[in-house]
C-alpha cells in the first residue's frame, strides 16, 4: 500500500532464463490446486465425471467466479474491497424485483450501480483515503440498499435470466464454458490489452504511472467500474440460479472473492494479479465447499476447508518463493565470488 | 482558557466526542429529555464490546498500513462460545470460563502470526484465511449450545451505581487509561508507533519488530476473545453470528476516533467517543423511526463522510 517497491514485475521475455522456473510453477499453482482437488472428488465419486455431475458440482460457481474476478480488479490497484457481498446482494435483490417488473428502470439502476463503484474509486483517488475503510462503510451502504429494495426474502427473477443460467449447451457444461469465456476475456483485457498493463503499473508504481502522464483518477475509476461491473454480473447469474433472492444472499462472498483471488495468485502489492488464477481460485474455492459432503463430514467445516486450501496453497508459494530466493542468492555469489 | 480551548481542538479525539454529544443532543431534543440519561447509560454499556476490541485493533492498525486484524468476528464467535461452555452457567466457574475465552483468543492470535510469519503473507490475508478456520471451528463447536451464563456475569453485566453509571464501563475506562500508558509511556507502545511510521528504520534503529507484532496481534485477539466472553454473558448466551458486526466496528472506532489507518499515529480516547458516537447514531436514527435498510445505508454513508472529512492521508 504505502511501500513503494521498485518496478511491477511485468511478465516479458526479458527475464526467461532461472528466474522463469519459480514463476512458472507460482503460475501453475493455483490449476494445480484445482485439480488436486478435482481428482479428489472424482475417486470419492467416479459419477461426477460426467456433464450432469461437473454441471451439479460447479453449479453455483459463476456467480462466485465474476465476485472474485470484481475483487481482482480492486486487487490491482492495490485496494481491497470489502463490499463485494452488499454490492452482489443488492444487485440480486433489484434483479428479482425491478429488473423483472419493469426492465428499464432496472438496468437503469444496475448501471447506476457501476457508476457508483466508479464513484468510490474516484473519491478513495481524490481524497486519498484507505480502501479497506470506505469500502467497509460501502458495504453498509449496499446491504441497506437491498434490504429497502427487497425487505423480506422472495421476488423473481426475470424468466430470461432463469432459462440462460439454465441453458445446457452441448459438450461442456455451462459453468466451465463461462468459466473458460471469463478467463479468456479477463486475460486479454488486463494482461495482453496496453491500458491493461497501465492499470497493473499502476498497482506496482503508480508515481511512476502519474509521472508518465497517466490520470491516477482515471486509472482507478476503470478499475472500480469494472469491479462493480463484475459484481452485477455475479447478482445477476446468481438470481438467474436460485430464482429469488434475499437482501443478504451474498454475504460471504466478500471473503471468497477475496480467498479465491489470493488463491490465484493475485498480489497485494506490485499490481501482481492473474485473472485466469482467478478463475481457477473461484473454483477452486467452490468445489472445497461440496468437497466436504464427498467425505460424508459434516458441513460445518465447509469454511475451514477453504481456509485450509487458501493456507495450504499461500504456503507452497512462500516455499517457491524462498527457493527462488536462495537460488538467484547462489547465482549472485557465483558471479562475483 | 483561549490557549487550553486551541489545545482541545488539535486533539483528534475531540471530534468524536463533539459528534457523540451532538448526536445525543439531537435525539434528547426529538424525545423531548425523555430518557437522557437512559440513553447514556445504554451508550456506555454497548460502548464497552466495541471499545475492547477497538483498543486491539487500533494497536495492530497502527503497525502500518496492511495491518487489520479480520479475524475478530470469527474470534469472537469461538471465544463467547467457549467461555459459556466451561461456565457451564455455574458461578463458580466464571473465572475458569474467562480464563479459557482469553486463552482461546490468545491462540487465535498466535495462529494469526504464525501465518504471517511463516507465509510472509500480508496480515489481511493471513488474519482472513485463519478467520475461515476459526469460524468453522466455531460453527463445529458451538452447534446446539444453548447454555445461559452464570446469573452472576450477567448480573455483572447490568450492575450499575446509583446515577446509572455501569461498573463494567467504568472498568473499560480504567483499562482505556492503562493502554493510553501502555502506548505512550512503554517500550513496547513505542515501538509499536516506530513500525508504524516506519518498519525499516525501526528494524536499522535496533527495535524488536518481530516480537512488537506478535505482542500486538496476540493483544487484539486476546481482547476479542475477552469481548466475546462479556457479549456472550450480556446478551444471554453464545451465538455463532454474534461477531459480525465487529468486523466493521472495529475498524470505523478506531479511525473515527482519529487514529490513522495508514500507522504510526494512535489515539486511545477516540477509541471510546467513537463507540459512542456510532451507538448514538443508530439510537438517533431508530428514534427518528428510520427503517432499518435506510439505519444501515445512512451508517455507511456518515462513517464514509467522516473519513472522506477527515482524510487526506500522506501516504496510503
Known amino acids: ?337 | 482558557m483561549i490557549a487550553s480551548l486551541d489545545w482541545l481542538r488539535r486533539q483528534p479525539w475531540i471530534w468524536s466526542f463533539v459528534g457523540a454529544i451532538a448526536v445525543w443532543a439531537v435525539t434528547v431534543a426529538l424525545v423531548e429529555g425523555r430518557g437522557a440519561g437512559a440513553t447514556v447509560t445504554a451508550a456506555l454499556t454497548f460502548s464497552v464490546f466495541y471499545v475492547i476490541v477497538g483498543i486491539g485493533q487500533m494497536f495492530v492498525v497502527t503497525t502500518g498500513p496492511g495491518n487489520v486484524d479480520l479475524s475478530i468476528p470469527a474470534n469472537i464467535a469461538l471465544s463467547g462460545a467457549v467461555a459459556m461452555k466451561v461456565m457451564n452457567g455455574q458461578d463458580s466457574l466464571i473465572v475458569v470460563g474467562l480464563v479459557a475465552a482469553l486463552g482461546t483468543g490468545f491462540c487465535v492470535g498466535l495462529f494469526n502470526v504464525a501465518l504471517i510469519r511463516v507465509l510472509m503473507i500480508p496480515p489481511i490475508i493471513a488474519t482472513l484465511s485463519a478467520s475461515f478456520i476459526v469460524q468453522s471451528t466455531a460453527i463445529a463447536y458451538g452447534r446446539g449450545l444453548r447454555v445461559k451464563p452464570p446469573a452472576a456475569l450477567s448480573d455483572f453485566m447490568e450492575w450499575r451505581l446509583p446515577g446509572g453509571i455501569p461498573v463494567i464501563a467504568l472498568l473499560t475506562i480504567a483499562f482505556a487509561a492503562a493502554m493510553v500508558v501502555v502506548l505512550e509511556r512503554t517500550a513496547y507502545g513505542r515501538s509499536v508507533l516506530a513500525i508504524g511510521q516506519s518498519d525499516r528504520v525501526a528494524r536499522l534503529a535496533g527495535v524488536p519488530v518481530a516480537r512488537t507484532r506478535f505482542v500486538t496481534y496476540t493483544l487484539c485477539a486476546t481482547l476479542a476473545g475477552l469481548s466475546g466472553a462479556l457479549l456472550a454473558a450480556f446478551s444471554g448466551g453464545a451465538s455463532l453470528d454474534m461477531g459480525q458486526p465487529f468486523l466493521l466496528a472495529s475498524i470505523a472506532v478506531v479511525v473515527i476516533g482519529g487514529t490513522s489507518i495508514a500507522g504510526g499515529k494512535a489515539n486511545v480516547p477516540g477509541v471510546w467517543g467513537a463507540a459512542l458516537f456510532l451507538f448514538l447514531l443508530v439510537t438517533m436514527l431508530n428514534t427518528m423511526g428510520v427503517s432499518s435498510g435506510m439505519r444501515q445505508m445512512l451508517t455507511g454513508v456518515i462513517i464514509i463522510a467522516i473519513i472522506a472529512l477527515a482524510g487526506g492521508e500522506k501516504t496510503r
Not at chain 1, 514485475?9 to 512458472?24: D, E, H, K, N, T
Not at chain 1, 447506476?112 to 470506505?134: K, Q
Not at chain 1, 471473503?255 to 473461484?282: D, H, T, Y
Request: aromatic share 6%.
Open chain 1, 1 to 337: 500500500m504505502s511501500d513503494s517497491r521498485p518496478v511491477p514485475a511485468l511478465p516479458g521475455r526479458a527475464s526467461l532464463g532461472a528466474a522463469a522456473v519459480p514463476r512458472l510453477l507460482r503460475a501453475i499453482l493455483p490449476g494445480l490446486a484445482l485439480a488436486v482437488i478435482l481428482v479428489a472428488i472424482f475417486i470419492l465419486q467416479p459419477r461426477a465425471m460426467s456433464y450432469f455431475g461437473l454441471n451439479l458440482l460447479l453449479n453455483l460457481s459463476i456467480p462466485i467466479v465474476f465476485a472474485t474476478l470484481a475483487q481482482m480488479f480492486i486487487l490491482t490497484v492495490g485496494d481491497l474491497d470489502l463490499s463485494v457481498g452488499g454490492m452482489v446482494s443488492f444487485v440480486a435483490t433489484v434483479s428479482v424485483t425491478y429488473l423483472a417488473e419493469q426492465p428499464v428502470l432496472g438496468v437503469a439502476i444496475l448501471i447506476g450501480a457501476i457508476a457508483l463503484y466508479a464513484c468510490v474509486g474516484a473519491l478513495i483517488e481524490l481524497r486519498r483515503l484507505p480502501a479497506i475503510v470506505v469500502t467497509l462503510g460501502m458495504s453498509f451502504v449496499w446491504f441497506g440498499l437491498a434490504v429497502l429494495v427487497l425487505p423480506s426474502p422472495g421476488g423473481r427473477a426475470p424468466e430470461w435470466l432463469i432459462a440462460l443460467m439454465a441453458w445446457k449447451p452441448p459438450v461442456i457444461p455451462l459453468p466451465i464454458l463461462a468459466a473458460l469465456l471469463i478467463a479468456a476475456i479477463g486475460h486479454i483485457a488486463l494482461m495482453t490489452s496496453s491500458y491493461g498493463a497501465i492499470l497493473r503499473g499502476a498497482g506496482g508504481n503508480a508515481r511512476s504511472i502519474a509521472r508518465a502522464g497517466w490520470s491516477m483518477l482515471r486509472v482507478r475509476m476503470t478499475l472500480y467500474a469494472l469491479a462493480g461491473f463484475m459484481g452485477v454480473l455475479s447478482g445477476l447469474s446468481l438470481t438467474g440460479i436460485t430464482t429469488s433472492a434475499d437482501s443478504n444472499i451474498a454475504l460471504r462472498y466478500t471473503l471468497i472473492s477475496i480467498a479465491g483471488a489470493i488463491l490465484g495468485g493475485s498480489e497485494f502489492v506490485g499490481g501482481r494479479v492473474s485473472p485466469i488464477g482467478a478463475v481457477l481460485g473461484a473454483l477452486t474455492m467452490t468445489l472445497a465447499a461440496s468437497f466436504l459432503s464427498f467425505l460424508r463430514l459434516s458441513p460445518d467445516w465447509q469454511i475451514g476447508v477453504q481456509g485450509a486450501i487458501l493456507i495450504l496453497v499461500l504456503a507452497l508459494r512462500a516455499l517457491i518463493n524462498a527457493w527462488s530466493a536462495r537460488a538467484s542468492r547462489r547465482r549472485a555469489g557465483t558471479a562475483a565470488p
